[in-house]
């Protein structure tokens, strides 16, 4: 069985990630199969609105960490986050449980962001030896001002879903996963019915003034990105997830 579920139909595309036996991390091909249904909804005159979610208490706990323990290729992600970032139609998420890395970081170009009160929003980059992607390193000083975006990345402090809505990057919280489902599909049915050009062209105009700023801290980002994975500290880090233990940097300078 797929590990993303893709369903469409009255107007909107459905991703649901689906890997519960591994947190729902994203593999290579879940990223795959992310990217071909962002295209397809841009592609297909009767998709409105793209709806992304995960399971009760799991939306995903990020990138999948075996395969960047295998780091030759980071092309899945760059395309799954051009994807994301360049997307023509509206892209509403429901969040409910464990957001880790990427899982966090899409949120920041979705159109729209619901959570539940269990939501857990966590960017440990830093403890993987790692630094921010998907143009977070502008985009969070921006939203959360520079001292707490240096509690969320250089700490690596967990966001409930209040705490991210107080700041601006989620619309509204739910109080569970039933709850959320309801509401997000209420105001995804309803985005689906609006004038579908006039929506793509105002999301356009939202994303504007950011474009370039988004663009270049994307290409910055990564390039650190792609050094850092092949790292000792990120082989520390990663070895340490795997042998279930804390990692150890104290060797590092
Ligand atoms: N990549 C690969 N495997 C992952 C994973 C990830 N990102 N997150 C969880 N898993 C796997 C675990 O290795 C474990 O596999 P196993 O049963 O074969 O041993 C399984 O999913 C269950 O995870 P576990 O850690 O036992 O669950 P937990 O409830 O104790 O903790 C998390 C859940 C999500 C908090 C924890 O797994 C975690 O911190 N994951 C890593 C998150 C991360 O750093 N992501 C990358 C961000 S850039």
Redesign the pocket.
Known sequence: MSHVLVSKSDGILRLQMNRP???N?LTLAMYETLVAGLADADQDPDVRVVLISGLPGLFT??????DFMNPSDLSAVVRFLNAIINAEKPIVAAVSG?A???GTTMLLHCDLVYAAEDAALKM??VD?G?VPEAASSVLLPAMFGHQRASALLLLGETLSGSEAHRYGLVNKVFPDFDTLEAGALERVRHLATRAPASVRATKKLLKRAQKSAVDEAMAAELQVFGERLMSPEAVEAFTA?MQRRPADFSKFH
């Open positions: 036996e591994k947190k991390a706990s990020g990138n999948d960490l075996k464990t880790i890395g990427i440990p980059f993987l790692l997830f």
